[in-house]
């Protein structure tokens, strides 16, 4: 019987190693750049947010979103990224821009107005 201690740990491969950590690198790098453009993208949202509620905007749009979902499906399928991913993915955000205008709603004292698509 082999104990743990006795199988070889791909990972003390030397080329092993360092294609791991170079990779580690890169995902790092996608992580950052992610965060930064989910900042300028909630940058946008919140202005709109802010215009809707100030001019009592109707808050929905079922064409936007319908665009929005047909536009992102299309672009994830040429990434080659699961289109059911990118719309889990966009709910997730949309989820996070709607609590965003609901708080933008209620300082312009307008709790019901939200563009939950913008």
Known sequence: M???DDRSDP???PAIRDEILR????????????VY???ERF???QRVGELKAQGGV???DPLRERLQIERLTTIALEAGLDPAFA???REFI??????HHERIAAEHGRAGVLDTYS
């Open 2 to 4: 082999t104990s743990p």
């Open 11 to 13: 990972t003390q491969e």
């Open 23 to 34: 990779l580690r690198s890169s995902i790092d790098n996608v992580d950052g750049a992610l």
């Open 37 to 39: 453009l989910l900042a």
């Open 43 to 45: 940058k946008f949202t």
């Open 58 to 60: 109707v808050p929905a």
């Open 87 to 89: 719309e889990k993915f």
């Open 94 to 99: 949309v989820s996070e821009v709607i609590r």
